[in-house]
């Protein structure tokens, strides 16, 4: 058997010799054989990719079948992480060189070659996390991650992040959570102070939080307290904003948003489609459908709000915008629009609605189609409202963005001169360019225009169905409404992409 077994392998070394030699005379160079661009090492190369797209085809076809047995695939979530030899088989060359990590093929950078890592970066594969961590329901983690260090509930998470304690770089979320929260079980959020903020990545897979309350008498309230990392692909379908109990002291700028009270970091693809009907009785509140604050550096991008949000303050004043309550200079608001209702009706002094933000952030490709309405009792001060940002100040910038929403300023008083389309006040140095709008109510384009160069930037139709008809002119970021999804008016490219 060693003789046979000898000579096969004298006569495979005879063969490549002779085709080397066979390519050589054909004047075929040594470097073109075995070099960098090799006829080799190109076809080594078309194996591996072959074997690796074959890997990813049988990882779809396992999800697919796991989908139709359980008719939700949130119950399969279990082989969506670890090792793959439930794809490739247990005697397989690839398992120790590749993983699954949250459905995705990843590849384990201590296993692989250079050249095979190069090969999996082109075709867009990634290297493996080895410090992640997920969040489940208490049944699940019960049932199929049991003894797994890197696992937990929503609340574990939480309390991790909170206690100074969490050490992983991404967090999944695997399956749509309930929170059952109530008027009388509110939420303590992820990230409770800027001590403690939560700095990692977490990618919510699209899935959903149900049942979400958030305390209004509390400091800076969110599924996230305060966040300086990156949140995305995670939906607040449900839930609530609260007072418990009369409040005895005054409250100054406290940001609420359903997602996130105050925001330092990036925010993707997350949506609000929550409705608030709440009375404040004291303090300032800054409330907005996704982030209450947006601090310098926070990047706001392919969100949106469906909720309707009715806030009713009797002293001092509130903002209340459909996506960013206020933001400061430095903070970018990109790619995102507004379909609920915003009403702030408001005893106290300079209040203001919006259905996108207001203040002094960078507001790009953004559109309203809710109705706005402010109503203030006290006629000493101004009064904000808009569509797209109520009281646009300092460095703000407002480009390509687009509204078609009712705005409406209800005072005991003849003007109700920021009341605007586009934005509500902008200052001296502000830069609005590229708007398109339908005014009503007496509003303005732009409700009080102190800008320096006050030359425009926005065009306004008497009847808004024009505006279905300015998709090319609104730039890149728009494309046609060819579904019905917004009634024909121009959608964003990212929303056809779902």
Not at 429 to 444: F, H
Not at 464 to 475: A, F, H, P, Q, T
Request: a negative charge; proline letters at 1%; charged letters at 25%.
């Amino acid at each position: 058997m060693k003789k046979g077994m000898k000579h096969e392998g004298i006569t495979l070394i005879a063969l490549v010799v002779t085709i080397v030699v066979l390519l050589i005379l054909a004047g075929i160079s040594i470097d073109a054989i075995i070099g960098d661009n090799s006829i080799i090492k190109n076809a080594k190369k078309a194996v591996f990719v072959t074997d690796i797209k074959s890997i990813e085809d049988k990882m779809q076809i396992i999800y697919i079948g796991d989908e139709l047995k359980n008719e939700n695939s949130e119950n399969s979530s279990s082989t969506k992480f670890g090792t793959i030899e439930g794809v490739t088989g247990e005697k397989s060359k690839y398992n120790d060189k590749l993983a699954i990590e949250n459905g995705k093929l990843v590849y384990n950078s201590e296993k692989v070659s250079k050249e095979e890592k190069e090969w999996l970066e082109e075709l867009g594969i990634l290297a493996m996390n080895n410090n992640y961590y997920l969040v489940m329901r208490k049944e699940t983690k019960e049932n199929k991650f049991q003894g797994k260090e890197n696992v937990g509930t929503i609340e574990d998470f939480r309390d991790l992040v909170n206690s100074g304690s969490f050490n992983y770089n991404i967090v999944y979320l695997i399956e749509d959570i309930d929170l059952q929260g109530s008027d009388n079980n509110t939420w303590i959020p992820i990230g409770n102070n800027v001590e403690h903020a939560f700095t990692g990545i977490f990618d919510g897979d699209n899935h959903k939080i149900n049942n979400l309350y958030l305390n209004m008498k509390e400091d800076n309230q969110g599924l996230f307290g305060y966040n300086a990392g990156t949140i995305k692909n995670i939906g607040i379908e449900s839930g609530g904003m609260v007072i418990k109990e009369a409040e005895t002291t005054e409250r100054i700028n406290v940001g609420i948003g359903f997602l996130v009270g105050v925001n330092s970091g990036t925010i993707e693809k997350c949506y609000s489609n929550v409705d608030v009907n709440v009375s404040i009785n004291t303090g300032i509140r800054v409330i907005g459908g996704i982030v209450g604050f947006a601090n310098e550096g926070s990047k706001i991008s392919k969100c949106y709000n469906t909720g309707n949000i009715s806030i009713n303050t009797i002293t001092l004043y509130s903002l209340v915008c459909g996506i960013v309550g206020s933001c400061n200079p430095g903070a970018i608001i990109e790619c995102c629009y507004n379909v609920g209702n915003i009403m702030n009706n408001a005893e106290g002094q300079n209040s203001r609605a919006s259905g996108i933000t207001n203040g002094a952030g960078n507001i790009t490709s953004c559109y309203n189609i809710g109705s706005i309405t402010l109503k203030q009792k006290n006629t000493e001060t101004w009064p904000v409202s808009a569509g797209i940002c109520a009281q646009c100040e300092g460095r703000g910038e407002i480009h390509n963005c687009y509204n078609i929403g009712e705005t409406k300023i209800e005072i005991d008083r003849e003007d109700t001169l920021r009341n605007g389309s586009i934005a509500g006040y902008a200052d001296t140095i502000v830069k609005i360019e590229n708007c398109y709008c339908w005014c009503s109510n007496g509003a303005n384009a732009i409700g009080q225009d102190d800008r320096t160069d006050s030359s425009g930037g926005v065009t306004v139709y008497e009847n808004k169905e024009d505006i279905k008809n300015r998709v090319k002119s609104l730039g890149t970021d728009y494309k046609a409404d060819t579904k019905g999804k917004n009634h024909g008016y121009p959608i964003l490219v990212w929303q056809d992409e779902d």
